[in-house]
């Protein structure tokens, strides 16, 4: 384990000298992949986001990085706890390899490299146009004007799509906002089976 953490801070190292010209663009595979998971985390998970939905919220047109951190060791061997909110979107890179989903691990020790390379990831990724023309999209600028002008607003925000080194699997985070007091986030799991991406997990990360 000690020599996996190793790899994975110089790894981690050489990522954080990559300048923003070397961050890695999509190919077309990748973002048929992303945008399909993009549908179905909107249908599985019930989101009343398209345009043909009553009581319809809005969705952020741009998908955001989700950072991979590597946690800092105090001196008494004990990991540093990650950022507060609202540093929402990261995840350490023990909790990745940990996890497990129907009581086998979902990421293991050997898509570690491959889920840190994801920190090259473009910090913004625009929703393809046949999603668009299907759902009600917002900016996080426009609702954050909202809130500043004290009106209601109501959206989803959802990170780009983590996958494994084979990538048959899959990892987002969504977060819902409504208010001052409303909000919610979950950790989604997929798996593509039978060419198709599912749905087999999702957890609570923080509520208001």
């Known amino acids: 384990m000690k020599s996996l953490l190793l790899i994975l801070l110089v790894s981690l190292s050489f990522t954080k000298c990559k300048n923003i010209s070397d961050e890695p663009e999509f190919n077309s595979s990748k973002i048929k992949d992303i945008s399909e998971i993009v549908k179905t985390v909107i249908l599985e998970d019930s989101l009343n986001v398209l345009k ?3 009581k319809t919220k809005m969705f952020c047109e741009d998908l955001i990085k989700l950072d991979i951190y590597i946690p800092e060791k105090r001196k008494d061997n004990e990991p ?3 950022p507060p ?3 929402f979107n990261n995840i350490s890179i023990q909790n990745l390899l940990n996890n497990k989903i129907e009581n086998q691990i979902f990421f293991t020790s050997k898509d570690s490299l491959y889920l840190l390379k994801q920190n090259l990831n473009p910090q ?3 929703i393809e146009k ?3 023309e299907k759902i009600n999209l917002t900016s996080k600028e426009k609702e954050i004007n909202k809130k500043g002008k004290g009106e209601f607003y ?3 925000e959802m990170t780009i799509p983590i996958f ?3 990538n048959q699997k899959a990892y987002v985070e969504l977060n819902h906002y409504c208010g001052r007091l409303c909000g919610s986030g979950k950790s989604i799991y997929l798996k593509k089976i039978n060419g ?3 749905i087999v997990d999702k957890w609570r990360t923080w509520i208001s």
Do not use: G, T
């Open 130 to 132: 046949e999603i668009v």
């Open 154 to 156: 109501n959206f989803y």
């Open 164 to 166: 494994s080194s084979d």
């Open 80 to 82: 540093i706890p990650p």
């Open 52 to 54: 043909n939905d009553k």
């Open 85 to 87: 909110p609202p540093s």
């Open 124 to 126: 913004k990724l625009k």
């Open 196 to 198: 198709k991406w599912k």
